[in-house]
């Protein structure tokens, strides 16, 4: 091949590549995974900073929009990625679904606008883990099944059906994060052949800090302030993962 050939044959298979991480290596696979559960991180930290003003009964317009809620999620990245969610040299899949997950968080705010709003009302349920679960749904929406996150757990702690694990993710608890010399935080992520094709699976486990334990701490079985019986857990202990899925083909 001449040099035209060579180059005019590159063109043609950058054209043919189709969307999504069809060229993609498991290492830059792995890296988007981190990225989509950073931002998921700190959108669901932006609501736990903001709980007290959005269980604040006393005040009806708590200020806390979409729009001021995006400023808060782009301020807070920045403070801990050094740069913004959408900034620095993203792909072009990492830019439609880097938009599309702030796109969701947006959704998600709009359409609570009125219970967040709400006067006289102190605890309205609208805490991190019910936003980081709507922002996933809608999420979900907008990407199809090029990409797909969800916060699941250990059957035992589940508490909403919706974050059962699946039989990979149940796999993963019960195997490599059961290892007592599994590293803490350390993602597990492997491809998997579906009847969809080829996906990347990745669980990133997370685990309960103090703040947590006034819902899911002790003494178990008490019902919290959502309703839910406490699990009895301890600061350090696995509360479950994030499981991010990437269509590879
Ligand atoms: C105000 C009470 C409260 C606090 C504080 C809280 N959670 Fe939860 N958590 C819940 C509720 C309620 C759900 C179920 C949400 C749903 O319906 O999707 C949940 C769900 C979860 C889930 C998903 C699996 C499941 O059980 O359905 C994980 C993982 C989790 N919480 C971890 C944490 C961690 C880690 C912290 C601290 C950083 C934390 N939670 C703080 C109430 C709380």
Redesign the pocket.
């Known amino acids: 091949m001449n040099r035209f050939n060579a180059l005019l044959f590159s063109l043609l298979l950058s054209l043919a590549a189709p969307p999504g991480f069809s060229q993609a290596t498991t290492e830059a696979l792995a890296d988007e995974g981190e990225r989509l559960a950073a931002l998921l991180r700190v959108g669901?930290r932006v609501v736990?900073n903001n709980?007290t003003l959005i269980n604040d009964p006393d005040r009806g317009d708590k200020g806390l929009d979409s729009a001021a809620f995006l400023a808060k999620v782009d301020a807070a990245y920045r403070a801990q990625h050094g740069q913004g969610p959408l900034d620095g040299d993203l792909s072009d899949t990492q830019r439609r679904l880097t938009e599309a997950q702030l796109a969701a968080m947006a959704t998600v705010l709009d359409e609570n606008q009125e219970l967040i709003n709400s006067e006289g009302l102190g605890?309205k349920?609208f805490?991190?883990?019910?936003f980081?679960?709507l922002v996933n749904e809608q999420f979900a929406e907008q990407v199809g099944s090029e990409a797909r996150l969800k916060?699941?757990?250990p059957m035992h702690?589940?508490?909403?059906?919706?974050?059962?694990p699946d039989d990979w993710e149940a796999g993963v608890f019960n195997g490599q994060f059961s290892q007592p010399d599994w590293p803490r935080s350390q993602a597990f992520f492997e491809t998997v052949a579906t009847g969809e094709g080829e996906m990347f699976r990745m669980l990133i486990p997370?685990?309960?800090?103090e703040?947590?334990?006034?819902?899911?701490g002790g003494p178990k079985g008490e019902v919290?302030?959502?309703?839910?019986p406490k699990?009895g857990a301890a600061a350090g202990d696995l509360?479950?993962?994030i499981s991010i899925t990437l269509k590879r083909e």
């Open positions: 669901r736990s709980q605890f349920g805490i991190p883990a019910i980081g679960r916060v699941t757990a702690l589940v508490r909403n059906r919706k974050a059962r997370e685990y309960y800090g703040t947590c334990l006034t819902c899911h919290d302030v959502t309703g839910f699990e509360a479950g993962a």
